[in-house]
């Protein structure tokens, strides 16, 4: 079987916007990837007890209407089929054991990397993906980035890239506050996914 380099950019999507989109391009491009998958998180453990989060079958809905034009990018619901609080050691050792010839890039952004050591199962995270993390603004050659980066390497092995973006100025948060506020969300969603929003009522209440 031929190796692909496969991105894989994880997130509970509530809702994708257009910097998830941006972030997927830069890395197709900086790392030479042959496809980016979106992976939808199920019940991300780092939210429980927080606000409420929309179905996943929302949001795996909007995940597909976003990516709809880009060929290479694919979205997963593999963690939202899993039971319970889904961690990304698990899904990354699932995704190696099912196609073990590909290479995975684990997308992730400088601040997620800062705390990425505390992670569960780290070592299981570092033996099955590179870590490819999204340097943008003030995080370009921070010494933070550096010493974790020594220090997961020392510890548990593997790789860790970067690859710089422009910052680009949208949240999923800003996104939701607009639409319960009744502001314009035109350019941060795709014109689907604003209209998916809108037939399923979406963010109304926060």
Request: hydrophobic share 40%; proline share 2%.
């Amino acid at each position: 079987m031929i190796m692909k380099k496969i991105g894989i950019l994880g997130g509970t999507f509530d809702p994708v916007h257009a910097g998830h989109i941006r972030v997927a391009e830069e890395a197709m491009q900086a790392l030479a990837l042959d496809e980016v998958i979106f992976m939808v998180s199920g019940t991300p453990h780092y939210k429980v007890g927080m606000r409420k989060v929309s179905s996943k079958e929302d949001r795996l809905a909007m995940t597909e209407l976003a990516i709809k034009d880009h060929p290479a990018f694919s979205v997963s619901d593999l963690e939202c089929r899993r039971e319970g609080n889904t961690y990304t050691a698990d899904t990354l050792q699932e995704l190696k054991k099912q196609m073990p010839e590909n290479e995975y890039y684990l997308l992730i952004g400088a601040d997620a990397f800062f705390h990425m050591i505390h992670w569960y199962r780290i070592e299981a995270v570092m033996a099955n993906a590179i870590v490819a993390v999204v340097m943008r603004g003030k995080e370009l050659n921070s010494e933070q980035a550096a010493s974790v980066q020594k220090e997961l390497i020392d510890k548990y092995g593997g790789m860790v890239v970067s690859f710089e973006m422009k910052p680009m100025e949208v949240s999923s948060t800003e996104v939701r506050e607009k639409i319960r506020t009744g502001g314009d969300v035109h350019g941060l969603v795709t014109e689907d996914v604003e209209a998916y929003i809108q037939k399923r009522s979406l963010y109304r209440e926060v």
